[in-house]
C-alpha cells in the first residue's frame, strides 16, 4: 500500500479520529460469540489511544431495515466487549449523526473512546447519501478506514467520507492488502490455490484468476460436479449449474492451455438425500448413483489433494470441500485443513467466509501464516476487482 498513507503517518494527539471498523460480529441473545474482528482491530485502536486520539469507532451489524434502531442489531454489546478488551470505558452514543453522537464526540477527551449506534440504522449508509457522509465527517478530523471485510462496498462510512476528511489505513486494512496482494503478484512456487464452495457462478472470476496466477487449482465443494459434468461425468442428483458447464469446460481448458494442474475430485462421499443423517457410500466420479449427490470429497480424492498442498510453498484457501458443518461429511475439509496447517515451511493464506469457520472448527487457526476477516472483500481482491475502501484512501 505504497500510495495509501496508513496510522505510521499520523499524530492522533488531541485529534478527533472517526474509525471506521468491521465489528460485523455474531451476538446470540445479546452476547457475543465470536469476537475475533475486534481484536484484530486492537492495534490500530491502541495506537490511536496511546497518542491521545480522541477516537470515534463506527460499524455496522448485520442486515437491519434501514428504517430506526433494532434492538437485535445494537452495537451496544460490541462496545462492552471492546470496553472489556481495551481495559477503559467505551462511551457509547445511541445515533450516529443525531445529538447523543455529536455531543458525546464533542465531550471525548485525549486517549478516550466513544462508539456510534449501528450506522445500517439509517438507509443513508448503504446510498452514500452526501449529506450524511458530511454529518459523519463533522464529528472528527482526520478518518481512520480499518474495515477491510467492509471495504468492498461503496458506502457513506467506507469511501464518502474518505473524500472529505485526510484520510489513512489502520493496521488491519493495510495488513490484509498487502498479505492478499502481495502472495498474488509475487507468490513463492509451486502456488497451491484451493476452492470450494456451492457455485461455479459465484466464484468463476476467481477461478479465472487464479489459473493465470496458480501452479496448481484444486476444486471441491458442490462446484467440482459443474467441473465434472463438463468432463462428461454423470453427477447423479449432486449440485450442478447447467447454465455454466460450458464454462466450466473452458476453464478447465484454460488450464491446460496454461499448464496449470487444475485437480478434481475422483471419489465422493454419496448421499440419498441433504440430510445430517442420509445414507451414505463412497464411490468413484465415474459412478455416482444417479439416485445420489455428492456431498463430500472421497479419501482417495482428499489424499491426492493433501499431497499437492504438502509440496506448495505458498497456499491460497478459500471454500470447504464439502458440507463441512455435518459430521458425515466433514473429512474432506478436514483433510485439506490440515495439510494446509502441517505446511509449515510455506506461507499459507486462508481467505475468508467458510474457509475460517471450518480451520476454527478444527482447531487449527493459530497453524496459518495468515487468515483474512473479509471474505467477500478478500475475493474481490483476488479476481483483481478494485476496492472502493482501500481506493478512496488513495
Given at each position: 500500500?505504497a500510495?495509501?498513507?496508513?496510522?505510521?503517518?499520523?499524530?492522533?494527539?488531541?485529534?478527533?479520529?472517526?474509525l471506521?471498523?468491521d465489528?460485523?460480529?455474531?451476538i446470540k441473545?445479546?452476547?457475543?460469540?465470536?469476537?475475533?474482528?475486534?481484536?484484530?482491530a486492537l492495534?490500530?485502536?491502541?495506537?490511536?489511544?496511546?497518542?491521545?486520539?480522541?477516537v470515534?469507532?463506527i460499524?455496522h451489524?448485520g442486515?437491519?431495515?434501514?428504517?430506526g434502531y433494532?434492538m437485535?442489531?445494537?452495537?451496544?454489546?460490541?462496545?462492552?466487549r471492546?470496553?472489556?478488551?481495551?481495559?477503559?470505558?467505551?462511551?457509547?452514543?445511541?445515533?450516529t449523526?443525531?445529538?447523543?453522537?455529536?455531543?458525546k464526540?464533542?465531550?471525548?477527551?485525549?486517549?478516550?473512546?466513544?462508539m456510534?449506534?449501528?450506522?445500517?440504522?439509517d438507509?443513508?449508509?448503504k446510498?452514500?447519501?452526501?449529506?450524511?457522509?458530511?454529518a459523519?465527517?463533522?464529528?472528527?478530523?482526520?478518518?481512520?478506514?480499518?474495515?477491510?471485510g467492509?471495504?468492498?462496498?461503496?458506502?457513506a462510512?467506507?469511501s464518502?467520507?474518505?473524500?472529505?476528511?485526510?484520510?489513512?489505513?489502520?493496521y488491519?486494512?493495510?495488513?490484509?492488502?498487502?498479505?492478499?496482494?502481495?502472495?498474488?503478484?509475487?507468490?513463492?512456487?509451486?502456488?497451491?490455490?484451493i476452492?470450494?464452495?456451492?457455485?461455479v457462478?459465484d466464484k468463476?472470476?476467481?477461478?479465472?484468476?487464479?489459473?493465470?496466477?496458480?501452479?496448481?487449482?484444486?476444486?471441491?465443494?458442490?462446484?467440482?460436479?459443474?467441473?465434472?459434468?463438463?468432463?462428461?461425468?454423470e453427477v447423479g442428483?449432486?449440485?450442478?449449474e447447467?447454465?455454466?458447464?460450458e464454462?466450466?469446460?473452458?476453464?478447465?481448458?484454460?488450464?491446460?492451455?496454461?499448464?496449470?494442474?487444475l485437480?478434481l475430485?475422483?471419489?465422493?462421499?454419496a448421499?440419498?438425500?441433504f440430510?445430517?443423517?442420509?445414507?451414505?457410500?463412497?464411490?468413484?466420479?465415474?459412478?455416482i448413483?444417479?439416485d445420489?449427490m455428492?456431498?463430500?470429497?472421497?479419501p482417495?480424492?482428499?489424499?491426492e489433494?493433501?499431497r499437492?498442498?504438502?509440496?506448495?510453498a505458498?497456499?491460497?484457501w478459500?471454500?470447504?470441500?464439502?458440507?463441512f458443518?455435518?459430521?458425515a461429511?466433514?473429512y474432506g475439509?478436514?483433510?485439506v485443513?490440515?495439510?494446509?496447517?502441517?505446511?509449515?515451511?510455506?506461507?499459507?493464506?486462508?481467505?475468508?467466509?467458510?474457509?475460517?469457520?471450518?480451520?476454527?472448527?478444527?482447531?487449527?487457526?493459530?497453524?496459518?501464516t495468515?487468515i483474512?476477516?473479509?471474505g467477500?472483500?478478500?475475493?474481490?481482491?483476488?479476481?483483481?476487482?478494485?476496492?472502493?475502501?482501500?481506493?478512496?484512501?488513495?
Amino acid at each position: 500500500m505504497a500510495d495509501i498513507r496508513t496510522i505510521d503517518q499520523l499524530d492522533a494527539s488531541g485529534k478527533r479520529v472517526l474509525l471506521r471498523v468491521d465489528f460485523n460480529v455474531p451476538i446470540k441473545d445479546g452476547v457475543l460469540t465470536d469476537d475475533v474482528r475486534i481484536r484484530e482491530a486492537l492495534p490500530t485502536i491502541k495506537r490511536l489511544v496511546s497518542q491521545g486520539g480522541r477516537v470515534i469507532i463506527i460499524a455496522h451489524l448485520g442486515r437491519p431495515s434501514g428504517k430506526g434502531y433494532e434492538m437485535e442489531y445494537s452495537l451496544r454489546p460490541v462496545a462492552m466487549r471492546l470496553s472489556e478488551l481495551m481495559g477503559q470505558p467505551v462511551a457509547f452514543a445511541s445515533d450516529t449523526i443525531g445529538p447523543d453522537a455529536k455531543a458525546k464526540a464533542d465531550a471525548l477527551k485525549d486517549g478516550e473512546l466513544l462508539m456510534l449506534e449501528n450506522l445500517r440504522f439509517d438507509a443513508r449508509e448503504k446510498k452514500c447519501d452526501p449529506e450524511f457522509c458530511s454529518a459523519l465527517a463533522s464529528l472528527a478530523d482526520v478518518f481512520v478506514n480499518d474495515a477491510f471485510g467492509a471495504a468492498h462496498r461503496a458506502h457513506a462510512s467506507i469511501s464518502g467520507v474518505a473524500a472529505l476528511l485526510p484520510s489513512y489505513a489502520g493496521y488491519l486494512m493495510a495488513k490484509e492488502v498487502d498479505t492478499i496482494t502481495g502472495m498474488l503478484d509475487n507468490p513463492k512456487r509451486p502456488f497451491v490455490a484451493i476452492l470450494g464452495g456451492s457455485k461455479v457462478s459465484d466464484k468463476i472470476k476467481i477461478i479465472d484468476s487464479l489459473i493465470d496466477k496458480a501452479d496448481t487449482l484444486i476444486i471441491g465443494g458442490g462446484m467440482c460436479f459443474t467441473f465434472l459434468a463438463a468432463m462428461g461425468k454423470e453427477v447423479g442428483m449432486s449440485l450442478k449449474e447447467e447454465d455454466w458447464i460450458e464454462r466450466a469446460g473452458q476453464m478447465i481448458d484454460k488450464a491446460k492451455e496454461k499448464g496449470v494442474d487444475l485437480l478434481l475430485p475422483i471419489d465422493v462421499v454419496a448421499a440419498d438425500r441433504f440430510a445430517q443423517d442420509a445414507i451414505t457410500c463412497v464411490v468413484s466420479v465415474d459412478e455416482i448413483p444417479s439416485d445420489m449427490m455428492g456431498l463430500d470429497i472421497g479419501p482417495q480424492t482428499a489424499r491426492e489433494y493433501a499431497r499437492a498442498i504438502d509440496d506448495a510453498a505458498s497456499v491460497f484457501w478459500n471454500g470447504p470441500m464439502g458440507v463441512f458443518e455435518w459430521k458425515a461429511f466433514e473429512y474432506g475439509t478436514k483433510v485439506v485443513a490440515v495439510a494446509v496447517a502441517a505446511n509449515i515451511d510455506g506461507e499459507t493464506i486462508i481467505g475468508g467466509g467458510d474457509s475460517v469457520a471450518a480451520v476454527n472448527k478444527f482447531g487449527l487457526a493459530d497453524m496459518m501464516t495468515f487468515i483474512s476477516t473479509g471474505g467477500g472483500a478478500s475475493m474481490e481482491l483476488v479476481q483483481g476487482e478494485k476496492l472502493p475502501g482501500v481506493e478512496a484512501l488513495k
